[in-house]
Each structure stands twice: as C-alpha cells, then as structure tokens.
C-alpha cells in the first residue's frame, strides 16, 4: 500500500517509507541531531478513511524507538539529549484520530507508534500572499521583532521567483534579519537549497554558531526596560 505526500492536491511521486528510511538513516548516522517531521495535514483518502491512520502507522516502525515523546515538547534540547538518550527525532502529525475517552485509548493499534509519541503540528510562520524576496524580507521582519510564543515554531524564509524557489545570496536581508544582533528568535528556520553553498555559510552554519553560544551563555538575561 503507498502513502504519497502532495504539494497543491498533485502527488509528488514521494513516498512515505522513502522519507522514513532516509531520517532512519541519517538519525543512526548522526545521533546528536535533532530532526523535525512535520506533516502539515493528514488525509484519510477517499477509500477506507475510517482505518487508514492504522495502516499508516506501521510505516513509522523504523524509527518509532528513535521518537522524542510529545512530553518533552518542553525541554531544551540539552534536556532531551540527557533524558531521553537515544532519541532523536520527533515526530508531528495532524492526523485527527479522536481523543481518547473511554476505552478510545485501547482502539489505538497495538506494536505501532503510540500517540503519546505524536506532537502536535508547529506553527509556521510564512507569507501566502507574497513569497517574492521582499515579501519574505517584510516576514522575517515581522517575525522577529513579534516572534510566536510557541515552545517551538518555524519561519519559512523560503523565496519563490517566478514560480521556481530561489538560492538567496549571503548578503540578501532575508537571510541576515534572521541572525540580526538583538532578534534571533526563531526556533527552526526553513530554507530551500540546504545542500548549496550560500545556504551553509547564511543559515546551517550560523545556525551552528547561534546554538554553540547559547550552550555557553549561563548568564542571566538584563532587567527589561
């Protein structure tokens, strides 16, 4: 049975066990990272819909002794690394399986992932209207003078071009608000082009930088004014 993901209602010829077994890998090869999986919406097709978040579960299997539980939504990543070793990846997924109620929680399939493993979906911040470089500029803006209050949320400064995504430059404002002195709030920043050159040096590796000083900073933060 296949479980595609799709982009704007059209398949995007992506399957569900590539995406696991690719974070599988990538998760035993590089335990001290964290990574996110984030599924926006959960659609139960048209055939079947009434069991087919229970046969979609066991698709998770691989990686299900890797999940970070939804109760540690709360912690710092140090804190997870201490408390749950060996996990390392979290898991969210919009899949409006009923609330438990009764004996609602003994309907939940058996040797599968568990919905206490299950996160809620991240609040995105993004731009619908205008995902033009000036349009992502005015979002990061936006974002970090105002940032969520969410635990964790992501800003997608991700442009578009004519209809195809863009590789920023270095210098391009949408890339250097984010890391601004004074602002730096956003918890996950999602960019296109990660593998390209221009990426690394403006987002992975500051990202990098940004966490390292933050692990060392023990100080407390100055009286507001």
Request: glycine share 6%; aromatic share 10%; hydrophobic share 35%.
């Amino acid at each position: 049975e296949v479980f595609e993901f799709q982009h704007g209602g059209i398949s995007a010829g992506r399957r569900l066990e590539h995406l696991v077994g690719a974070v599988n890998s990538f998760a035993t090869a590089n335990p001290l990272e964290i990574i996110f999986i984030d599924f926006h919406h959960y659609d139960r097709g048209r055939n079947y819909s009434y069991d087919s978040l229970q046969r979609c579960l066991p698709k998770f299997n691989p990686i299900k002794n890797r999940l970070i539980p939804r109760s540690a939504s709360t912690l710092s990543i140090g804190e997870i690394r201490q408390q749950y070793p060996g996990c390392n990846i979290v898991l969210c997924l919009a899949h409006d399986y009923p609330v438990p109620s009764g004996d609602e929680q003994d309907k939940w399939p058996n040797g599968t992932v568990r919905r206490e493993q299950i996160w809620n979906s991240l609040q995105h911040e993004w731009n619908p209207d205008d995902a033009s470089e000036s349009g992502i500029t005015s979002l990061v803006i936006n974002s970090m003078k105002s940032p969520p209050e969410n635990h964790y949320w992501v800003l997608s400064a991700a442009v578009t071009y004519q209809a195809f995504p863009k590789d920023l430059a270095t210098t391009s404002p949408v890339r250097t608000e984010v890391f601004k002195s004074g602002f730096q709030n956003a918890n996950i920043v999602m960019v296109d082009f990660i593998d390209g050159s221009n990426s690394k040096a403006s987002v992975t590796d500051r990202c990098i930088n940004l966490n390292r000083q933050r692990a060392l900073d023990r100080s407390s933060p100055p009286r507001p004014t």
